[in-house]
């Protein structure tokens, strides 16, 4: 029979270990991340294309924010890379706080905000108004939820509601052409979404600093994006932030070399021809002009209303674009001045698709 002593020796025994890739992986743990990881789809960061003269407004706001960076990625990148990144960033204990580190070849890679801010080279402009973090941690009011639609939707737009009123989301249709470059932004690059449709609250309060004003830590939202995408267990999510992690991955000096690569599909860029096309359902969807405010208003509105009305059929496809970039320019700096400019401006859009065919 077995004494005590030696039962006691063999449970300190080790265990045996279980084999792993020591040069992707920090232990086992993170080679069965990866294979739950590498089924998911990656989305990329969406590319920017618009010039300075087509959109003056948006562009100096980028550069005022120093995101040139980020509505520039990489157009080549490794998705397996990406994966073995995320893969390395799950925590065995959820319980403890997250390091914002990584480890990919060999190297670790740091993805803190502070490491996000130097490699994309983020500036910290000062703003008057609130930032979007304040305005979130304490839930915008009904005030504030109609103040963002006024300012970044076409007239007369409003939130998609909840059965018992609450807002729920603005349709993407229903934004003006500034606001949906800025939506591609936000969705893709900072706080992502998979749904193209719907802005939610957030995103829509984020649309709104950016055409405002007011300072977004993009970094902390970033870093704390990876993070959540990395462990979610959902077998739909997605893997967001491609273009930023390959930056993270080149400034740690990572060598990946991999004789099976698999590509990263970039996406179709954001042009002034998608920020300012329109459906034929959204132009059904549009609604007639209110009532005047002035008695002197009612000839000038009853005549764009009766132009609204016959062009209305016309293909959105075909826009004079010599018009849309005087239009889209002056968007950025009258759009307070009135809601009834905007739909003006998007009926000297509709008016200029005949002329255009010819």
């Known amino acids: 029979m077995a004494s005590s002593s030696s039962k006691r020796q063999k449970r300190k025994e080790p265990m045996e270990s279980v084999p792993f890739d020591e040069k992707k992986f920090k232990t086992a743990f993170y080679e069965r ?3 739950r990881i590498r089924v998911r789809k990656i989305l990329p960061e969406l590319i920017f294309q618009i010039n300075a003269d087509e959109s003056p407004q948006i562009l100096e706001k980028i550069e005022q924010r120093g995101w040139q960076l980020l509505t520039s990625p990489e157009g080549k990148i490794n998705g397996n890379l990406i994966k073995e990144f995320y893969a390395n960033v799950v925590r065995d204990d959820k319980t403890k706080a997250p390091t914002f580190k990584s480890y990919v070849r060999g190297k670790e890679v740091d993805f803190s905000p502070n490491a996000i801010t130097r490699v994309l080279h983020l500036k910290s402009p000062r703003f008057d108004e609130e930032s979007y973090q304040a305005r979130i941690s304490r839930s915008p009011d009904n005030n504030e939820l109609s103040e963002i639609v006024a300012d970044i939707c076409v007239i007369a737009a409003d939130w998609e509601r909840y059965t018992d009123g609450r807002p729920k989301f603005i349709k993407r249709g229903d934004l003006s052409p500034e606001a949906k470059g800025w939506f591609e932004i936000v969705r893709r690059s900072i706080l992502p979404a998979a749904n193209n449709s719907e802005v939610n609250i957030n995103r829509a309060t984020m649309v709104h600093c950016l055409i405002q004003g ?145």
């Not at 400034?251 to 590509?263: G, L």
């Not at 990263?264 to 209110?290: D, H, K, M, S």
């Not at 700096?333 to 002329?355: D, K, P, V, Y």
């Open 33 to 35: 991340e990866f294979e």
């Open 214 to 358: 007011g300072e977004i830590n993009m970094n902390e939202l970033i870093a704390e994006g990876i993070q959540d995408s990395a462990e979610k267990v959902d077998s739909g999510a997605r893997l967001w932030y491609p273009s930023t992690i390959l930056h993270l991955c080149n400034k740690a000096k990572v060598v990946f070399e991999d004789s099976n690569p698999d590509w990263v599909n970039p996406g179709r860029p954001v042009t002034l021809e998608r920020l300012v096309y329109t459906t034929p359902a959204q132009q059904q969807r549009r609604p007639q002009i209110g009532k005047p405010k002035a008695k002197e208003k009612v000839h000038q509105e009853e005549h764009h209303q009766e132009k609204y009305q016959q062009e209305e059929h016309h293909d959105p496809d075909n826009l004079n674009m010599t018009y849309l970039l005087r239009a889209i320019k002056d968007l950025g700096h009258r759009h307070m001045e009135g809601q009834e400019q905007i739909l003006n401006l998007q009926t000297n859009w509709l008016s200029q698709q005949e002329a255009w065919q010819k």
